[in-house]
């Protein structure tokens, strides 16, 4: 955590912005954090410790913390809102569309398949997301379909 905060001065700095007290406090906020939370999350929580700081403060740190490649800005959906998670290594998402669970999996077979996809057409992968959009077992239990049982590993 300590790495990314001075990471993310570094990133202020040479951006020729202003290094603050309430910047640093959200970044080491959210850096100790997982999962993805929206901007309004972020707010209520830091707005315990620092009550005097403001949801456009919230909001304009984290998109810096985004061009920092801190943290990644996800939109799961088109209509859906920013979800902010820090960026520590890939995985991919399944989204529930009924109740908006989102569970982070990994799958070595799934990277390989992209690996050779790109390969076959001529292309160098930089960066590529996955994400599967569907019902999650405990929804589907709730329509009353049939809806296999999670993995107890998720990654």
């Known amino acids: 955590m300590d790495d990314k905060l001075e990471r993310f001065r570094d990133f202020i700095k040479r951006s020729g912005l202003k290094s603050t007290r309430q910047r640093d406090e959200i970044a080491s906020w959210f850096f100790g954090r997982s ?9 209520r929580a830091v707005k315990q410790i620092t009550p005097g700081i403001g949801f456009s403060t919230v909001y304009r740190t984290m998109k810096l913390l985004c061009e920092a490649g801190l943290v990644q800005e996800r939109r799961f959906g088109s209509d859906t809102e920013a979800l902010y998670e820090n960026l520590s290594h890939h995985h991919d998402h399944c989204i529930c569309t009924s109740c908006g669970k989102i569970i982070e999996f990994e799958n070595e077979k799934i990277e390989e398949l992209q690996q050779l996809v790109a390969k076959r057409f001529g292309f160098e992968l930089s960066s590529h997301r996955m994400e599967l959009y569907g019902v999650c077992s ?13 993995s107890q590993s998720r990654r």
């Open 138 to 150: 405990d929804c589907g239990e709730q329509d009353g379909r049939t809806v296999p049982p999670r």
């Open 35 to 43: 999962g993805h939370l929206s901007a309004e999350q972020i707010y």
